[in-house]
């Protein structure tokens, strides 16, 4: 009796080569699929990171219809001659009411201080050296001042200083001046910008100066301990940047990786260490460090840093992204740009000036 074709008839499994064919083409699929989810998440944190510039420049232009002004970019404090009192504010702080965050501002204490402190002891202390109602910032995170596509810690513990030592904070102070207890704000405002300028004859306006700790200026939207209304914007409100995005890592002198060189030295929250406006004579000359802006010096992304001082957070900070191919800019209008790395350093200079007469037209 023949035997049943069915049962003679085997299970044939993959063959070695099959399998290895199977795998390949699985491989080559995720390979040309992986890039694409990845721009897709990308596009994502992109569209996010523009969303939060736009709620920044309606925090900012609700405060200027409360006031008639922008707040000062960066301030010293009211008592800062007092008791060592120096950190004021900065523009962050100011529009903490309009960002859905009023409950934290109505307990702080404009009289103290808004640094982090050398140590924990000294962090958003009184003039008597006291924890001050400020203490309400320690800790506190805004995501809308975060861009998604960072990797920046969000509470900075350590930078590396120029010759690539990574510093942190010792139990008696010094090393850093924030050590995790203020959130590192990935937006910065703009003071204007340091010289030289193309098209001024001695590549000087008179309205930058570099008295300690590198150039401070009064050309832009957020100077120095001064407030500017939408009037002193004589270029136009869409020829001047407020606010860009500092979210990146900027480069070492010595050709080591970046590192963390955003304008939070202090802390976010944190303002001038003194209460004076830059000018010719550079009075007040120590202690010039200013906190959440920056004088424009530096093209966007710029891998170099300063040298000859082993502080990275210097008020001429490199406004850089995570992004590819440049940075997200406010303009005073409240509509958001994103600038090249490519874009002519002249005209960004012009860009971050409110009043220099060179407005450039369309982005």
């Not at 003071?191 to 300690?212: E, P, Y």
């Not at 210097?314 to 997200?328: C, D, K, L, M, P």
Request: overall charge neutral.
């Amino acid at each position: 009796m023949p035997v049943s074709s069915s049962v003679s008839r085997r299970a044939r499994a993959f063959t070695l080569i099959e399998l290895l064919v199977v795998i390949a083409i699985i491989a080559i699929l995720i390979a040309l699929l992986l890039p694409a989810v990845q721009q897709a998440r990308e596009a994502a944190r992109r569209s996010q990171c523009q969303n939060n510039m736009k709620q920044i420049g309606l925090a900012l232009h609700n405060y200027e219809s409360t006031y008639m002004t922008f707040p000062p970019g960066t301030r010293g404090g009211r008592t800062f001659s007092n008791a060592g009192v120096k950190d004021g504010i900065n523009w962050r702080t100011s529009i903490l009411p309009y960002i859905d965050q009023a409950p934290v501002f109505n307990q702080l204490d404009f009289a103290s201080s808004f640094g982090a402190g050398q140590t924990a002891a000294q962090a958003f202390a009184n003039a008597a050296g006291q924890p001050s109602s400020n203490i309400v910032l320690s800790g506190l995170v805004v995501p809308g001042f975060l861009c998604p596509s960072s990797s920046l810690e969000v509470f900075p513990t350590s930078y590396t200083d120029h010759s690539g030592v990574v510093k942190t904070q010792s139990a008696t102070g010094g090393g850093f001046n924030n050590n995790g207890r203020a959130m590192g704000i990935q937006y910065v405002g703009i003071q204007g910008a340091a010289r030289n300028f193309d098209w001024i004859a001695n590549g000087n306006d008179g309205r930058n100066f570099d008295c300690g700790h590198g150039y401070s200026c009064v050309q832009g939207m957020l100077p120095v301990n001064e407030n500017k209304s939408i009037a002193s914007c004589t270029d136009g409100t869409s020829n001047t940047i407020l606010v860009a995005e500092q979210s990146g890592l900027s480069g070492s002198v010595n050709g080591g990786p970046g590192t963390n060189r955003t304008s939070n030295y202090y802390g976010g929250w944190s303002g001038a260490r003194q209460n004076w406006v830059p000018n010719s004579s550079c009075t007040n000359t120590s202690d010039q460090w200013q906190t959440g802006t920056t004088c424009l010096r530096w093209a966007p992304n710029s891998k170099f840093e300063h040298a000859g001082n082993s502080h990275p957070y210097r008020n001429n900070t490199i406004i850089n992204s995570f992004h590819t191919g440049g940075v997200f800019v406010l303009l005073a209008d409240g509509s958001v740009r994103f600038i090249s790395d490519n874009i002519d350093f002249q005209n960004l200079k012009k860009l971050a000036m409110r009043d220099d007469g060179q407005p450039i037209g369309e982005l």
